[in-house]
């Protein structure tokens, strides 16, 4: 009972922390509309300066994994959180384009947090329960929903800059309260020499390759938007900031929540037809939000006829939400995958994973506002994020055929 406790309070302590970092992470996606004004940037500048965070977010997970197979995850998660506390407050004093992207760099740590957080909250469960544990720890990532109620806030308050300064304050009060209800066990602590070099040969294993497309479309695709909602909120409706961002919310806030949901189901049901049938969801809703405003002209008996297509604030968020709730199960059934496959090494396979799926919520954004540039069409961010959902599909249907063919014929020849 003492050890089942002190797991629950591992996890609460572990969630609030990566809520909080999740919610820096994403501080771009709103306080970076009012940069964008001042500074003058186009599309491109601006997915490229919501995305810097996600960069360094992404590329520090694969170290993070193997420091927290190694040293544990408590003082890896809280030596992390301290690290990004003085960066977070600089970004109030910068004036250059170039100072934020740097600064973005630096705040981005906070993102790794994930890596550290799900092998060392896996570790405190059973492995018929740690589908939920990674859930409810992953619903952290609601985060992204909390950063858009207050942070817009804060900026009706006293302007943009007081955000990173109070964000600051929260990342030290959220290290300490972590160390406050964390705990240690030697035993989780996996002696293990692997390199990072070593960790990527585990590329060769055609299931990680897999398991990090979907991730990238999973956890990448939920980033990508919910750095990118409020500005298209914002462009495609001309609804304000503090509108924009509660809109938004609509979908960053049941994809983090909902990933406790996620991981309950992937349980129960098991890893591939839970994804499977979120792949499915996502390929409609993106089908529907992709298509843009569009008038045309029909020539009738009677003359022509003016017709106008389009989504309504109320219609597009609607879609929105349903695929927030996708995502959100999905990136819970994806890390049922990594727990079932690869039990005891799961730190330094989530940290590839993690990373798959962080690169692409790095690249989107800056895509999304290349498309824009290029087309001047809003929905071409659904547009993409159609085709790479197609290729989940695709790849997913091939290759579990082929793994049950293969299952079949070696249960014959027994």
Same mark, same amino acid.
């Given at each position: 009972m003492e050890r089942e406790g002190k797991a629950y309070s591992v996890l609460g302590g572990s969630t609030l922390a990566f809520t909080i970092c999740f919610t820096i992470w994403m501080m771009f996606g709103v306080i970076g509309i009012p940069i964008k004004n001042t500074l003058h940037l186009n599309e491109t500048e601006f997915g490229l300066l919501t995305a810097m965070p996600v960069l360094t977010g992404s590329l520090?997970?694969?170290?993070?994994? $193997?420091?927290?197979?190694?040293?544990? *995850?408590?003082?890896?998660?809280?030596?992390?959180?301290?690290?990004?506390?003085?960066? $977070?407050?600089?970004?109030?004093?910068?004036?250059?384009?170039?100072?934020?992207?740097?600064?973005?760099?630096?705040? *981005?740590?906070?993102?790794?947090?994930?890596?550290?957080?799900?092998?060392? %909250?896996?570790?405190?469960?059973?492995?018929?329960?740690?589908?939920?544990?990674?859930?409810?720890?992953?619903?952290?990532?609601?985060?992204?929903?909390?950063?858009?109620?207050?942070?817009?806030?804060?900026?009706?308050?006293?302007?943009?800059? /007081?955000?990173?300064?109070?964000?600051?304050?929260?990342? /030290?009060?959220?290290?300490?309260?972590?160390?406050?209800?964390?705990?240690?066990?030697?035993?989780?602590? %996996?002696?293990?020499?692997?390199?990072?070099?070593?960790?990527?040969?585990?590329?060769?294993?055609?299931?990680?390759?897999?398991?990090?497309?979907?991730?990238?479309?999973?956890?990448?695709?939920?980033?990508?938007?919910?750095?990118?909602?409020?500005?298209?909120?914002?462009?495609?409706?001309?609804f304000d900031i503090r509108h924009a961002a509660l809109l938004a919310a609509c979908f960053s806030l049941p994809g983090g929540i909902l990933r406790a949901f996620? *991981?309950?189901?992937?349980?129960?049901?098991?890893?591939?037809?839970?994804?499977?049938?979120?792949?499915?969801?996502?390929?409609?809703?993106?089908? /529907?939000?992709?298509y843009p405003q569009t008038d045309f002209t029909v020539k009738t008996v009677s003359g022509l006829q003016t017709f106008h297509i389009s989504l309504s604030p109320v219609v597009f968020t609607s879609i929105l939400f349903i695929v927030g709730i996708a995502m959100a199960v999905g990136k819970a059934s994806v890390f049922k995958f990594v727990s079932d496959d690869y039990s005891s090494n799961i730190g330094a396979v989530s940290g590839v994973v993690g990373l798959a799926g962080g690169l692409g919520g790095f690249i989107l954004p800056i895509l999304f506002g290349a498309v824009v540039d290029l087309t001047g069409v809003s929905s071409s961010c659904f547009m993409l994020l159609y085709g790479t959902v197609c290729v989940s599909l695709v790849w997913m249907h091939f290759q579990f055929r082929r793994e049950g063919m293969l299952a079949a014929q070696a249960t014959l020849r027994h």
């Amino acid at each position: 009972m003492e050890r089942e406790g002190k797991a629950y309070s591992v996890l609460g302590g572990s969630t609030l922390a990566f809520t909080i970092c999740f919610t820096i992470w994403m501080m771009f996606g709103v306080i970076g509309i009012p940069i964008k004004n001042t500074l003058h940037l186009n599309e491109t500048e601006f997915g490229l300066l919501t995305a810097m965070p996600v960069l360094t977010g992404s590329l520090i997970r694969v170290p993070l994994g $193997i420091w927290t197979d190694r040293y544990g *995850g408590r003082i890896v998660f809280f030596c992390l959180m301290l690290f990004t506390v003085l960066p $977070i407050y600089l970004i109030a004093y910068a004036t250059a384009y170039w100072h934020f992207l740097v600064l973005g760099l630096f705040v *981005g740590l906070a993102g790794g947090s994930f890596s550290v957080g799900t092998p060392y %909250v896996a570790r405190w469960f059973k492995k018929d329960r740690q589908g939920l544990a990674m859930g409810i720890f992953g619903a952290g990532n609601s985060g992204a929903a909390v950063n858009k109620f207050v942070a817009p806030v804060l900026m009706a308050a006293a302007g943009w800059t /007081l955000v990173p300064k109070v964000y600051a304050g929260l990342m /030290l009060a959220a290290a300490l309260i972590f160390w406050v209800l964390s705990a240690s066990d030697p035993s989780h602590i %996996v002696k293990s020499n692997l390199s990072l070099g070593a960790q990527f040969r585990m590329l060769k294993d055609p299931k990680v390759w897999r398991y990090c497309q979907y991730y990238s479309v999973v956890f990448g695709g939920y980033v990508g938007l919910s750095l990118w909602m409020v500005k298209y909120y914002v462009t495609e409706y001309g609804f304000d900031i503090r509108h924009a961002a509660l809109l938004a919310a609509c979908f960053s806030l049941p994809g983090g929540i909902l990933r406790a949901f996620g *991981g309950w189901l992937s349980d129960k049901y098991g890893a591939y037809k839970v994804t499977w049938r979120v792949m499915w969801v996502c390929w409609v809703a993106f089908f /529907l939000l992709s298509y843009p405003q569009t008038d045309f002209t029909v020539k009738t008996v009677s003359g022509l006829q003016t017709f106008h297509i389009s989504l309504s604030p109320v219609v597009f968020t609607s879609i929105l939400f349903i695929v927030g709730i996708a995502m959100a199960v999905g990136k819970a059934s994806v890390f049922k995958f990594v727990s079932d496959d690869y039990s005891s090494n799961i730190g330094a396979v989530s940290g590839v994973v993690g990373l798959a799926g962080g690169l692409g919520g790095f690249i989107l954004p800056i895509l999304f506002g290349a498309v824009v540039d290029l087309t001047g069409v809003s929905s071409s961010c659904f547009m993409l994020l159609y085709g790479t959902v197609c290729v989940s599909l695709v790849w997913m249907h091939f290759q579990f055929r082929r793994e049950g063919m293969l299952a079949a014929q070696a249960t014959l020849r027994h």
